[in-house]
């Protein structure tokens, strides 16, 4: 049987009370002791101040309707993300890495642009993406340009399309984010 008492120093000691034998249903008399109970932020009823109350809104003017409007329409025509859900960031060295991310053996380069041909355009464009677990390049931008506006446009065409081995980590394909490829664009003469 256990007894609480409230010491001199405003603790509670817990003893035990042990019994012999046929003297255990002895009753023992135990102070009545009341504790308050401590508060803690974010349990029970919580009073509601004046600003908390809900107030109700003023109807919008038709300029400020027509504006709301516009901005909803124009959320709704912008494209979604292919961003896969779960990634990992890309960095250089990562622990666990097995298989860095790699075009595809299979797929052709991008093809010149004959404009670039034309004015004899060459340079490197870097472009930054997610690479899927399927191996598919999404949420592609262009982080560096060539300085040339038809070749940075063939290589973020290709790249929508292109083909890649994914990132492995342990042996296991894994979809990561904010991988680099630079692409550099150079007259057949040059190679």
């Not at 340009?145 to 081995?165: E, F, H, K, N, V």
Request: charged content about 20%; aromatic content about 6%; hydrophobic content about 45%.
């Amino acid at each position: 049987m256990l007894a609480a008492v409230r010491s001199r120093a405003g603790w509670l000691t817990v003893g035990t009370a042990l019994g012999l034998a046929g003297c255990s249903a002895m009753p023992i008399p135990m102070p009545d002791i009341a504790l308050p109970m401590p508060s803690l932020p974010g349990f029970g009823p919580q009073p509601l101040s004046a600003a908390m109350e809900p107030v109700p809104l003023a109807p919008l003017d038709p300029a400020a309707q027509a504006m709301r409007a516009q901005s909803a329409e124009k959320a709704r025509s912008l494209p979604e993300s292919d961003k896969p859900a779960f990634f990992v960031q890309w960095t250089t060295n990562m622990p666990g890495l097995t298989r860095k991310p790699a075009i595809d053996a299979s797929v052709a380069p991008p093809k010149y642009p004959e404009a670039a041909v034309k004015h004899n355009e060459t340079g490197t464009t870097t472009v930054e993406s997610c690479i899927t677990v399927e191996g598919r390049m999404v949420d592609v931008r262009l982080t560096r340009s060539s300085g040339s506006a038809s070749l940075d446009s063939a290589t973020l065409a290709w790249a929508q399309t292109a083909r890649m081995t994914p990132a492995e980590f342990n042996g296991q394909a894994m979809a990561v984010c904010g991988w680099r490829l630079d692409y550099e664009w150079r007259m057949a003469a040059e190679r």
